[in-house]
């Protein structure tokens, strides 16, 4: 395993103050949100697929979907939970677990055989009613996973504070991936750093590890923005994703 499994961690975090300025839309039978750059400075062709964390579609990342967008990528955000993304800081009780292979309902669960499609289906999307030929993915916690999954669909990567994602994920993902890490993290653990590092390296694409010091899991997204380390850590990992971007998908 290069990351190993959510756990509570994954839903702690602050929400952000802002108003999202994208919108509402389906894909599908799914929900999802979309940001859309100003067409004068729209990158032609391209897009960035935001595939989330355990949270879903909420305040935060709409807010960041439309800062992609301010940078000139037409940016989704796909429901990969169908209608079942937990709440911001839940009970340390909860079975993540039990949520991840059954779901809340007992019937609905988020799985690679049920998530698998969900992100196949905005891939399509995107190429067919946007025309879409160049497609990135941002992974964030959970989201990581199918971002490595869906190559050579998505064509360049970045991962934030990565989960579930398994060796094989990792080295199948044969395109240039950027990964933003956190100092304290028991799900994306230094060991696991540097076996990323070293599967990554044995693959010969380009690829990119930072590490961001004082901060832990979930920071990109999540982090408390009162806090100066915090909110440089966020804002630079939001940055290193658009170079990442701009470097190798335009």
Known sequence: MASNPPGQCCTVGVKHDGE??????????????????????????????????????????????????????????VDLFNGDALPLNFPATFDIMSWLIKGSTGDNPHTSEAVDPIVAAAIKWLKTEKGITKLGALGYC???????????????????????????????????????????????????????????????????????SQVVHGFSVRCDTSKKVEKLAKDQAFIQAVSWFDAWLL
């Not at 990792?170 to 990323?196: M, N, Q, V, Y």
């Open 142 to 212: 959970f989201g990581a996973k199918y971002v490595a999954r869906h190559f050579p669909d998505i064509q360049v990567g970045f991962f934030a504070h990565p989960s579930f994602v398994t060796d094989e994920e990792l080295a199948g993902f044969k395109a240039p991936l950027s990964i933003a890490a956190a100092e304290t993290d028991s799900i994306f653990t230094p060991e696991l750093r540097h076996k990323s590092e070293v599967i990554l390296a044995k693959g010969g694409y380009p690829y990119q590890i930072t590490l961001y």
């Open 20 to 77: 999202p300025t994208g919108r509402d839309i389906k894909i599908g039978s799914w929900d999802a949100y979309l940001a859309e750059p100003n067409p004068a400075t729209a990158h032609q062709g391209a897009a960035l697929l935001y595939l989330p964390d355990v949270i879903g579609i909420w305040q935060n990342s709409k807010l960041m979907a439309d800062q992609y967008a301010a940078n000139g990528y037409l940016c989704v955000v």
